[in-house]
């Protein structure tokens, strides 16, 4: 368990700087948005487009992971459409929820994979990552179409370019491309990615840091916690129930595991801001689970025997 923590502490102190650095006015608000941007634009696609070209897609543990990643989110998605007759909320509000049982914080989830398990688990993970990013975004961008504010006019062309137009997924799916054609290293151009990759994780953990919001938690804490108890405490066992189901080994077991035991994903912020979702809610979702992973994950581990 000394060891679990170990691994993971690192991964949070630097969301707790960028918190911290953010809530002291080391830098203004105005310079953290162009960072972010930075990161999620530019750094985060160059480490995936590397990590997924050069994973080994062929073996079982990774086609494990990720179907069980994938069999996951659906599962869940499917479940909260139905719950959604049962819920006192607007339909702005459901969409943050939507969002927050179903997205995760790769910014989170990779370096936690790479302290404990090294460069095999992360190439692991980067596949995991290749498989569930698509869905995800797709079925966000579906539900914020239904029930966002003032977004059901929106065009089937329109709902295809917001899906389109994330950069994470785009990465993915150049990286996929690149290992599924066997295109070799290329001189110059994997040295440029595998450094922009390198800044990728830290500033990342920092940037997820300084986004956390706590305003929403008290007000909405019902809402929120039900949340967080899905995204903490129901999805990480699922993952790893079913990656077990499909025949993954032991790497392949923690690394599911670890996929749903991460927070919610910062850029659900940036999303609901823009296609009309309930932007302060997600924060709030995003704050809780971040706080609380940093509890749950090495307990899981723990609990699993796995790491």
């Given at each position: 368990m000394g060891g679990l923590i170990l691994g993971v502490l690192p991964v949070f102190c630097l969301i707790a700087i960028g918190y911290g650095l953010r809530k002291s006015d080391f830098l203004p608000d105005a310079t953290w948005?162009?960072?972010?941007?930075?990161?999620?634009?530019?750094?985060?696609?160059?480490?995936?487009?590397?990590?997924?070209?050069?994973?080994?897609?062929?073996?079982?543990?990774?086609?494990?992971?990720?179907?069980?990643?994938?069999?996951?989110?659906?599962?869940?998605?499917?479940?909260?459409?139905?719950?959604?007759?049962f819920m006192t909320i607007e339909g702005p509000a459901f969409t943050s929820v939507f969002q927050g049982v179903i997205r995760w914080n790769s910014f989170v989830f990779l370096p936690v994979i790479q302290s404990i398990y090294g460069p095999d688990g992360l190439a692991l993970a980067a596949v995991v990552i290749a498989a569930i990013i698509p869905v995800t975004n797709i079925l966000c961008v579906?539900?914020?179409?239904?029930?966002?504010?003032?977004?059901?006019?929106?065009?089937?062309?329109?709902?295809?370019?917001?899906?389109?137009?994330?950069?994470?997924?785009?990465?993915?799916?150049?990286?996929?491309?690149?290992?599924?054609?066997?295109?070799?290293?290329?001189?110059?151009?994997?040295?440029?990615?595998?450094?922009?990759?390198?800044?990728?994780?830290?500033?990342?953990?920092?940037?997820?840091?300084?986004?956390?919001?706590?305003a929403e938690v008290a007000r909405r804490k019902v809402t929120i916690g039900a949340v967080s108890f899905v995204k903490l405490v129901l999805t990480p066992p699922m993952m790893w129930a079913l990656c077990i189901a499909y025949g993954g080994d032991e790497t392949a077991q923690a690394i599911a595991l670890l996929c749903g035991a991460s927070p919610g994903a910062a850029a659900s912020y940036i999303l609901a801001r823009q296609m009309g979702g309930d932007a302060p809610l997600i924060a709030g979702i995003v704050a809780l689970t971040t706080v609380g992973s940093a509890l749950s994950i090495p307990i899981l581990l723990a609990l699993f025997h796995l790491g």
């Open positions: 948005r162009p960072i972010e941007k930075l990161t999620i634009h530019l750094l985060y696609p160059g480490f995936l487009i590397t990590a997924i070209w050069n994973a080994d897609i062929s073996g079982g543990g990774s086609g494990a992971a990720g179907a069980a990643a994938v069999t996951t989110v659906l599962i869940i998605a499917t479940a909260t459409l139905l719950a959604k007759r579906i539900v914020l179409v239904r029930w966002g504010a003032d977004q059901r006019a929106m065009s089937p062309l329109s709902v295809g370019k917001a899906i389109l137009s994330n950069p994470i997924l785009i990465a993915c799916l150049v990286g996929l491309a690149f290992n599924l054609l066997g295109v070799p290293r290329i001189p110059g151009v994997s040295e440029t990615l595998q450094l922009l990759g390198g800044a990728a994780l830290p500033l990342g953990l920092i940037v997820a840091g300084a986004g956390l919001s706590f």
